[in-house]
C-alpha cells in the first residue's frame, strides 16, 4: 500500500469487483478522486471514509452497499461531487456541513434511505413521489 499513498485518482469502476469495502482505500489520504461505480461492492461505507479528507469526487454508485451513511462524511469539506445512488443504503442521510451540498440525485435508487426534508423517500423515483403526492 505503500506505493500508492500518493495516488490521486483511483477509478476502478465496472470491473465487477465483488466483496467488502477494501479499508485501505481509506488509507490513500491524498485521494482526489474514487470511482468504484458499477461493481458488485458489499457491506458497509466504513466510518473512517472521511479520512479521504482531501477527496473531492466519491463515486459508489450501483454496487450492493448496504447499512448507514457514515456522518463522519460531514467533514470532508473538499468534497464537491457525491453519488450513492442504486445501493442498498438505510436509515438517515447525514445532513450537516458538506452533505448539505447534495441534492437526492446523488442518493436515489436507496429505498430504505431517507433525509432532509427535499429527499421525500429517496428509493422512490420521481415520478413515483407525483403520484403518491397527487393521491395525498
Known amino acids: 500500500m505503500y506505493l500508492f499513498q500518493n495516488l490521486l485518482k483511483h477509478k476502478i469502476n465496472r470491473n465487477n469487483f465483488n466483496g467488502g469495502f477494501l479499508v485501505e482505500l481509506t488509507k490513500l489520504h491524498g485521494l482526489i478522486v474514487l470511482n468504484l461505480s458499477g461493481n458488485q461492492i458489499s457491506g458497509q461505507i466504513p466510518e473512517n471514509i472521511s479520512s479521504l479528507h482531501q477527496s473531492a469526487s466519491l463515486d459508489l454508485s450501483s454496487n450492493m452497499l448496504s447499512g448507514v451513511i457514515p456522518s463522519s462524511m460531514e467533514s470532508m469539506s473538499f468534497l464537491s461531487y457525491l453519488n450513492f445512488s442504486n445501493n ?35 428509493g422512490q423515483s420521481s415520478a413515483d413521489m407525483s403520484q403518491s403526492e397527487a393521491t395525498e
Open 88 to 122: 442498498s443504503l438505510s436509515g438517515m442521510v447525514p445532513y450537516k456541513g458538506q452533505m448539505t451540498t447534495f441534492t437526492a440525485s446523488a442518493f436515489e435508487g436507496n429505498p430504505h434511505l431517507c433525509g432532509a426534508p427535499h429527499f421525500y423517500f429517496l
